[in-house]
């Protein structure tokens, strides 16, 4: 089993990046990507520690946008110390810090209040993001679950989705690139297009040097799948697999994936496992 898409409490995951670490090789992987949003402070923590003969990739979910729609693609095997990467990540930083912000804003006037500091206090020095108001309008009372504050607040079109701030898609792949990693894009079904403007987008990552996309993200269906390798083929793309892992629930996958039914040629990470 592999994973090349999974958070930690460095970003909006519940284990810390060294219990993750601890789960996966409990759970006998071979190799895995630690990817949180935005930040690689989760990775730094555990990448000199005991392996114990699991393989760790250096990574990071980059959020960046392509036109409006915001789009997050995964850096893998990527030197997270380079000046390249640190200066993309203190902008990120500046930015979500400046979204927190704004979205406070915006609950503010749908009148729930003092959400930053909720918010804050719930992040505990993560990189802190939506799901972290999330849990914390939970906490505080204001919905009876995270799935509704993103439905009422938080999710796509609602007040607390703030768009139009990230970093191009173009400059986030050369990022990760000139870092001397692969960019992979990220659960491309997530973004709710329609197929042809998939297709589009699957064109400019490719041109703008993008290498791969995860054709396994959580548990997908078999019919995703399907039409995920037609744009794998369409774009003569590499391939990458993940969980999505951020905790143990009954709806998202487990740590790890299984790549048999993935072809000899295409796997983004034979080179390195
Ligand atoms: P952010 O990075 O701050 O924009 O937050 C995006 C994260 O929120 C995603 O990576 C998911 O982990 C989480 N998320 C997105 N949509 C939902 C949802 N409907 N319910 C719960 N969590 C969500
Ligand atoms: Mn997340
Ligand atoms: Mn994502
Ligand atoms: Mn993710």
Request: glycine share 10%; aromatic share 6%.
């Amino acid at each position: 089993m592999i994973d090349f898409h999974t958070h930690s409490a460095a970003s909006d995951g519940a284990l810390s990046a060294p219990a993750l670490l601890a789960r996966a090789i409990t759970e006998s992987l071979q190799c895995l990507a630690l990817t949180d949003h935005d930040t690689v402070a989760g990775y730094q923590c555990v990448k000199n520690m005991d392996h114990s003969g699991l393989k760790l990739i250096s990574g990071v979910e980059l959020s960046c946008q392509w036109g409006r729609t915001g789009i997050h693609v995964v850096g893998l095997n990527l030197d997270v110390s380079s000046s390249v990467i640190q200066s993309h990540l203190s902008q990120l930083d500046l930015a979500r810090s400046d979204r927190a912000e704004r979205i406070a804003h915006k609950l503010d006037r749908e009148g729930i209040s003092d959400s930053l500091a909720g918010a804050l206090a719930v992040a505990n020095g993560a990189q802190i993001g939506r799901p972290h108001f999330a849990r914390w309008m939970v906490l505080a009372g204001h919905v009876e679950s995270e799935a509704v504050a993103f439905k009422r607040f938080l999710g796509r079109g609602k007040p607390g989705d703030i768009s139009l701030l990230w970093p191009s898609l173009a400059d986030t792949v050369s990022a990760i690139t000139n870092a001397g990693g692969v960019a992979v894009l990220a659960h491309p079904l997530h973004y709710k297009m329609t197929m042809t403007r998939l297709r589009a987008l699957c064109r400019a990552f490719h041109e703008a040097g993008g290498t791969a996309i995860e054709v396994i993200n959580g548990r997908p269906r078999p019919e995703e799948v399907k039409q995920l390798w037609r744009l794998v083929e369409e774009n003569d793309l590499l391939v990458s697999v993940g969980s999505d892992f951020h905790r143990d629930s009954p709806y998202g996958a487990g740590l790890g994936v299984d790549p048999a039914s993935i072809p000899r040629g295409y796997g983004v990470w034979e080179t390195w496992c």
